[in-house]
């Protein structure tokens, strides 16, 4: 049986010369296959911020939000112990931890963030703080 390694931003090219150039372009840290940095979005909508990731296979328990000095970190770890006598042919799902940190826009209500986990995808809710009103003031 002949393995392939997949690879969704190469598509398998036989007995091309250039193929050795190509693909050491898609060989730093964010393409490689053996990371764990979780793709995700951030929105802005008139009342908060929202931040939704993808991260398939992680447990709610795997992963740790903080904010600490207005930076908002997301991390998470995911260990899998496999035997080499489990009959595996080869491993693609990683193992591993990763650290990602935004700085939060002024304004944020940092107490009142909200996280939801659901089917592998994390939605953080960041409220905005209000506008500061006018405010009169009596002359006596």
């Given at each position: 049986?002949?393995?392939?390694?997949?690879?969704?931003?190469?598509?398998?090219?036989?007995?091309?010369?250039?193929?050795?150039?190509?693909?050491?372009?898609?060989?730093?840290?964010?393409?490689?296959?053996?990371?764990?940095?979780?793709?995700?979005?951030?929105?802005?909508?008139?009342?908060?911020?929202?931040?939704?990731?993808?991260?398939?296979?992680?447990?709610?328990?795997?992963?740790?939000?903080?904010?600490?000095?207005?930076?908002?970190?997301?991390?998470?770890?995911?260990?899998?112990?496999?035997?080499?006598?489990?009959?595996?042919?080869?491993?693609?799902?990683?193992?591993?931890?990763?650290?990602?940190?935004?700085?939060?826009?002024?304004?944020t209500k940092v107490e009142d963030i909200g996280a939801h986990y659901e089917n592998g995808v994390?939605?953080?809710?960041?409220?905005?703080?209000?506008?500061?009103?006018?405010?009169?003031?009596?002359?006596?």
């Open positions: 049986m002949n393995l392939t390694l997949w690879n969704p931003f190469f598509a398998p090219v036989t007995g091309s010369p250039f193929r050795g150039l190509l693909q050491s372009m898609f060989e730093d840290d964010r393409w490689n296959n053996e990371t764990l940095v979780p793709a995700v979005d951030v929105r802005e909508t008139d009342t908060s911020y929202e931040l939704i990731a993808e991260l398939p296979g992680f447990s709610k328990d795997d992963l740790k939000l903080e904010v600490k000095d207005g930076v908002l970190m997301l991390s998470a770890e995911r260990n899998e112990k496999k035997e080499e006598n489990d009959g595996y042919l080869r491993i693609e799902r990683r193992s591993g931890m990763f650290s990602r940190s935004w700085t939060l826009p002024e304004g994390l939605t953080l809710t960041i409220p905005k703080a209000e506008a500061a009103k006018p405010r009169q003031i009596s002359i006596h």
